[in-house]
């Protein structure tokens, strides 16, 4: 996987607007408040921090790149940006008025809180009036998807019995409220970036990424359950070419196999896509991003969430494609070790996870460590595309869960080879590989040697004989014999050329043996006339 063995780097961008309408039954019995009071007191306990995992999503991705690589985005590029931003949070203002005139119109029907119905928070007019507060819990909405929206329930005014209306914005309304998004985005263009520094101030140390896996058959022989990673499913799909070279890999996530690097001369690009890496990358495992973890948000306000305004930024915020995973270990993960004792139990736990038998009712959760992001060139057919983002991270552990989200095996980095020792391996191997093909080489060539020297034999045994009858029988022995004697065309074609010179050597003796007899046989005398 790695031609080098240099040495591994030690060492929903927000999601700008969210509109929730959280409904909750008006009457609860005794018995059901207090589990739901222990409930959220156990959910508090673990409510999600700026320091907690986050699952790799494309916005984090983005926020991580734009840290480490801000010339990703250009004044021009920006103004587009805001401008979209601006657009949807105007049209989500509209959403929520027009709610809440249903809810004047018809009241209770919604069952909305009576003391305040909406809370609503603006992250630019926080900025000033609760710097804390807004770079804090309202920033964790922005940079985290599955953030729990627990500080609502800390507003005097919340009350579990009824519902609200509850929205994150950038701008203030009066900034944006009946304006036009190409003149307003010009003055709010430092707002923005504010916002995206202190977003990118709160970003988590630690990302989580998960891969699929299809159900383990369990093998008596070797007492193990073997893992199909869902990438060697979907191979079945792909090219005869391509099944082969994923068919005997060890890793749980995609590998690039053969990596390209920003000094690889042209001609020895691939034909089709692909990424030059940065140099910084030799000594890395690198892995193809080909998935993201979506998560809904934590449902502790049992939250109907809109994310019309997150989904248009993420279009607008789309500069890269096909992000790389450099990391300093191999995931290579191929069975799980298990006696048929603990095997049946294994199972059993496995498809009671899944509910039913499904195609992949295992997961692999990753926990990696961020260092930074680089960025590579992304080529088409040796084109320059786009840049490329390059992201490198540290392997924390690997945990192997149900679909109901229970672990079943987990293992620490120590568990997986480093990625010196898979560059290592792997220059091994590729030596060892280029050695037998070598060595298949001069075999073939002895063998062709060999088979040459036989046919030389054959043609210079039917060269031999003088008569062409003879001559002609022991080339079309020849040409009977062709399949075991590996005749090539250019044989073939020699082979025809004996014939023809055999038909014109019988062609020209029978002229002659013509000319002879007209000049042996006596001449004819005249018939007597008028006798």
């Not at 507060?133 to 940079?143: K, M, Q, S």
């Not at 190409?182 to 916002?195: C, D, G």
């Not at 305004?309 to 799980?336: C, K, Q």
């Not at 298990?338 to 959760?365: N, Q, T």
């Amino acid at each position: 996987m790695l031609t080098r063995t240099s040495r591994c780097p030690r060492s929903q961008f927000p999601l700008l607007m969210f509109f929730a309408l959280i409904s909750i039954a008006p009457q609860i019995q005794a018995q059901q408040k207090e589990a739901n009071e222990i409930e959220r007191g156990v959910q508090a306990t673990t409510q999600v921090g700026s320091d907690a995992a986050a699952p790799l999503t494309r916005h984090l991705l983005t926020l991580l790149a734009l840290r480490d690589n801000p010339q990703l985005l250009d004044e021009d590029k920006i103004l587009h940006i805001v401008m979209a931003q601006i657009a949807v949070e105007q049209k989500e203002w509209k959403a929520i008025d027009a709610f809440l005139a249903q809810d004047r119109k018809y009241p209770g029907r919604l069952n909305l809180n009576r003391k305040r119905p909406a809370f609503i928070y603006e992250w630019q007019k926080l900025e000033k009036d609760n710097p804390q507060f807004a770079n804090g819990p309202i920033l964790d909405v922005f940079v985290r998807s599955e953030s729990s929206w627990e500080f609502v329930k800390e507003e005097p005014e919340w009350d579990d019995r009824f519902g609200a209306v509850v929205g994150v914005f950038l701008f203030e309304r009066t900034q944006i409220e009946g304006r036009n998004p190409q003149f307003a985005a010009k003055e709010l263009l430092p707002v923005w970036k504010r916002h995206l520094a202190a977003t990118v101030k709160r970003l988590p140390k630690q990302l989580l990424m998960s891969t699929q896996l299809s159900e383990p058959a369990y093998d008596f022989d070797t007492e193990n359950f073997p893992l199909v990673p869902a990438y060697k499913l979907l191979a079945r799909s792909w090219s005869r070419q391509a099944r082969e070279q994923v068919r005997d890999l060890p890793d749980i996530l995609m590998p690039i196999i053969n990596p390209s690097y920003e000094d690889t001369p042209e001609n020895q690009r691939p034909s089709g896509g692909s990424v030059l890496l940065p140099e910084s990358a030799r000594g890395c495992c690198p892995y193809y991003i080909s998935g993201y973890s979506e998560p809904e948000p934590v449902p502790q306000l049992w939250a109907r969430i809109y994310d019309r305004s997150s989904v248009a930024w993420g279009e607008s915020m789309t500069f890269y494609n096909n992000p790389i995973l450099l990391l300093d270990h191999r995931l290579t993960l191929t069975s799980i070790p298990a006696s048929p004792g603990e095997a049946e139990k294994l199972l059993e736990r496995i498809r009671k996870g899944a509910g039913v038998s499904g195609k992949y009712p295992l997961e692999a959760r990753m926990m990696f460590e961020t260092i930074r992001v680089d960025t590579g060139k992304e080529f088409i057919r040796n084109k320059s595309k786009s840049a490329a983002i390059v992201l490198f991270v540290r392997l924390a552990g690997v945990d192997l869960l149900t679909l109901s989200g229970e672990v079943v095996a987990s293992y620490s980095p120590d568990d997986f080879p480093t990625a010196e020792a898979a560059g290592a391996a792997a220059a091994a191997e590729k030596q060892a590989e280029e050695q037998r093909n070598k060595d298949a080489e001069e075999e073939t060539a002895a063998a062709a040697q060999g088979v040459r020297e036989k046919i030389d034999a054959r043609f210079a045994q039917c060269a031999a004989i003088t008569d062409p009858k003879q001559r002609a029988k022991c080339l079309d022995d020849m040409l009977q014999d062709k399949t075991e004697l590996h005749l090539t065309y250019g044989d073939l074609a020699r082979l025809d050329k004996m014939k023809m010179r055999i038909r014109i050597e019988q062609a020209s003796a029978e002229q002659l043996r013509e000319v002879q007899h007209t000049t042996t046989q006596p001449a004819t005398q005249p018939s007597p006339v008028g006798q």
